[in-house]
């Protein structure tokens, strides 16, 4: 799969959420949501990865996010 089929099917998979994200009605419902967003994200690395190996991705994704962020 190249860079454009990939990106294709990233927004293909992300448009659910994003229509659920949408159907938020206030800022509780959007951390309730992104709560177990995370949750799931974590659940999938270490389910995917093993433990160790999703929490050290999950680490690394945290301080891309920091140094993005800063």
């Known amino acids: 799969m190249n860079q454009e089929e990939l ?3 990233r927004e293909e998979l992300f448009a659910p959420i994003h229509q659920q ?3 938020t009605d206030d800022e ?10 995370f ?3 974590m659940h999938i690395f270490c389910q995917q ?3 160790a ?3 050290d991705l999950m680490q690394v ?3 891309q996010y ?4 800063t």
């Open 7 to 9: 990106n294709l099917r």
């Open 21 to 23: 994200i949408l159907m």
């Open 66 to 69: 920091r140094e993005y962020n």
């Open 28 to 37: 509780n419902e959007v951390l309730l949501l992104a709560t177990n967003m």
């Open 61 to 63: 994704l945290l301080k």
């Open 49 to 51: 990865y093993g433990l």
């Open 53 to 55: 190996a999703g929490m």
């Open 39 to 41: 949750t799931t994200s």
